[in-house]
């Protein structure tokens, strides 16, 4: 597939990436270790499997990679609802970043489809 980061998807990811850093650095003392770090993690996650599936020799095996980003993406997508019901997101940050994730996880299927054929 060759260099990951000109694959939009990584592009797009590695964007939500920092932005989920930026916007819960916010987030209450206490929370550090928790939803933060799992946050974080998970956000890791999408563009670190983006980034090895694209090195990897096969489609098959880009699939498998892609397949779990776009596990790490719903898993992001949850932690973003609980942070806008917690109140640690407002809601109109919580639209801007759950439009990111929705976008990521579009591309990825997109991607896997085609891998796929």
């Given at each position: 597939?060759?260099d990951?980061?000109?694959?939009?998807?990584w592009?797009q990811?590695h964007?939500l990436?920092?932005d989920?850093?930026r916007?819960?650095?916010?987030?209450?003392q206490e929370e550090r270790y928790?939803?933060?770090a799992q946050?974080?993690?998970?956000?890791l996650?999408v563009?670190s499997n983006?980034?090895?599936?694209?090195?990897?020799?096969?489609?098959r095996?880009?699939?498998r990679?892609l397949?779990?980003?776009?596990?790490s993406?719903?898993?992001?997508q949850?932690?973003?609802?609980?942070?806008?019901d917690?109140?640690?997101?407002?809601?109109?940050k919580?639209l801007?970043l759950?439009?990111?994730?929705?976008?990521?996880?579009k591309?990825i299927?997109g991607?896997?489809?085609?891998?796929d054929?």
């Amino acid at each position: 597939m060759g260099d990951f980061k000109e694959l939009l998807v990584w592009k797009q990811a590695h964007r939500l990436a920092l932005d989920i850093y930026r916007d819960t650095q916010q987030f209450p003392q206490e929370e550090r270790y928790g939803l933060v770090a799992q946050m974080r993690r998970a956000a890791l996650s999408v563009v670190s499997n983006i980034a090895e599936g694209s090195g990897r020799q096969s489609d098959r095996e880009q699939s498998r990679f892609l397949r779990f980003a776009r596990g790490s993406v719903h898993e992001v997508q949850c932690q973003l609802l609980i942070s806008r019901d917690l109140g640690f997101l407002t809601s109109d940050k919580w639209l801007v970043l759950d439009g990111a994730v929705q976008e990521v996880s579009k591309m990825i299927h997109g991607l896997v489809s085609s891998l796929d054929c």
